[in-house]
């Protein structure tokens, strides 16, 4: 499956994004989707998953309650809202895909830009 990230940008703290993760190639509701960012001379880190079969998310600790992870299998889509952003949110935002939510994530798509300024 292909992968495109989209709708990052430049935002004030507190402020809020929409990114989007745009899929083609096969069959979207197969697959397990997750956004991961990578801050600056930092690892690339896990932000939020949702299932493939359950709908169900998951989110690191530092996004709990402010960011919701969704998706519209009718249009193949994933969807990160990112509301009450920080300066420490600033990284580039990729999203991933494993097909059935097995093994590791094994599809990737370029980041996208995300940077908040206090």
């Known amino acids: 499956v292909q992968l495109q990230a989209s709708g990052g940008g430049l935002v004030q703290a507190g402020g809020s994004l929409r990114l989007s993760c745009a899929t083609s190639?096969?069959?979207?509701?197969?697959?397990?989707m997750a956004w991961f960012r990578q801050a600056p001379g930092k690892e690339r880190e896990f932000v939020a998953r949702i299932q493939w079969n359950t709908g169900f998310t998951y989110y690191s600790a530092s996004v709990e309650g402010r960011f919701t992870a969704s998706r519209d299998n009718a249009k193949n889509t994933m969807y990160l809202q990112m509301n009450s952003l920080k300066p420490e949110d600033t990284a580039v935002y990729y999203c991933a895909a494993r097909y059935l939510d097995a093994g590791s994530w094994d599809s990737w798509g370029r980041g996208t830009q995300v940077t908040v300024s206090s």
């Open positions: 190639g096969r069959t979207f509701s197969n697959y397990g």
